[in-house]
C-alpha cells in the first residue's frame, strides 16, 4: 500500500502564503494522478488542485491564479504553493494519488491543517 505523508501546514494570516508538501513511500508520483483536496468542519471535501501524469495542472475556480501545483519526480513529492491566502482556505488539505493502471487505485493521505486568520 502507498503511503502519503503530507506537511506544511499552519497558522497563517490573510495574504500570506504557505507550501504543501505531500512526500510518498514509493517511486509512485511520477505517471500518476495527483491532487489536493480540502474540507473545513461540516463541509464536504473538495477538490482544490490536481496534476496529471502527463505534468499538466489543473486548478478550481476559488484557488485558480492563487495556488499553483508542482511535483519533484526525483523526491517523490506533490507541492502545493498557495499565495493571498483567505479566510476561506482554512480547511484541513488532503494528498491524493490515483495510479493510472488497473485496477486504478487511489490513496490517501491523513491530512495537514490550514489556518488562516483575518
Known amino acids: 500500500q502507498v503511503q502519503l505523508v503530507e506537511s506544511g501546514g499552519g497558522l497563517v494570516q490573510a495574504g500570506g502564503s504557505l507550501r504543501l508538501s505531500c512526500a510518498a513511500s514509493?517511486?509512485?508520483?511520477?505517471?500518476?494522478?495527483m491532487a489536493w483536496y480540502r474540507q473545513a468542519p461540516g463541509d464536504r471535501r473538495e477538490l482544490v488542485a490536481a496534476?496529471?501524469?502527463?505534468?499538466?495542472?489543473n486548478y478550481s475556480d476559488s484557488v485558480k491564479g492563487r495556488f499553483t501545483i508542482s511535483r519533484d519526480n526525483a523526491k517523490n513529492t506533490v507541492y502545493l504553493q498557495m499565495n493571498s491566502l483567505k479566510p476561506e482556505d482554512t480547511g484541513v488539505y488532503y494528498c491524493?494519488?490515483?495510479?493510472?493502471?488497473?485496477?486504478?487505485?487511489?490513496?490517501w493521505g491523513q491530512g495537514t491543517q490550514v489556518t488562516v486568520s483575518v
Open positions: 491524493n494519488l490515483r495510479l493510472q493502471t488497473p485496477p486504478f487505485y487511489g490513496y
Open positions: 496534476i496529471t501524469g502527463g505534468g499538466r495542472p
Open positions: 514509493a517511486n509512485i508520483v511520477s505517471g500518476n494522478y
